[in-house]
């Protein structure tokens, strides 16, 4: 005699292997994902990082921006009177005098 299965419909049978599949599935799932409290920590983290590289973008931005308006701040000039007479003294002389007339022929 043959004996009956014990399910007793597709939709009995469709409904047990959801249960297995989900259960299976969700277990999985529950041992690869961290805790809540690491995933809100990971979140507020990322936000953090985010919000500050944004802010040092912009800051960068920002200065290029203003460097860019003044070039003069970047030319080398002598920082006393001391190195101002140095820098005048190891000049040409002749470069210094174009154009200018002689008090004696």
Request: net charge positive; glycine share 4%; aromatic share 12%.
């Amino acid at each position: 005699m043959l004996r009956r299965s014990n399910i007793s419909s597709p939709a009995v049978y469709a409904r047990r292997f959801a249960d297995v599949y989900f259960a299976f599935s969700t277990s999985c799932r529950r041992r690869n994902m961290p805790p809540s409290d690491q995933r809100d920590r990971h979140a507020v983290l990322e936000t953090w990082r985010g919000s500050w590289m944004f802010l040092a973008f912009g800051l960068t931005i920002l200065a290029y921006l203003v460097a860019i308006e003044h070039p003069h701040w970047f030319v080398l000039r002598p920082a006393s009177g001391t190195a101002v007479a140095m820098a005048s003294a190891a000049q040409d002389t002749s470069a210094k005098n174009v154009g200018a007339v002689s008090a004696k022929p």
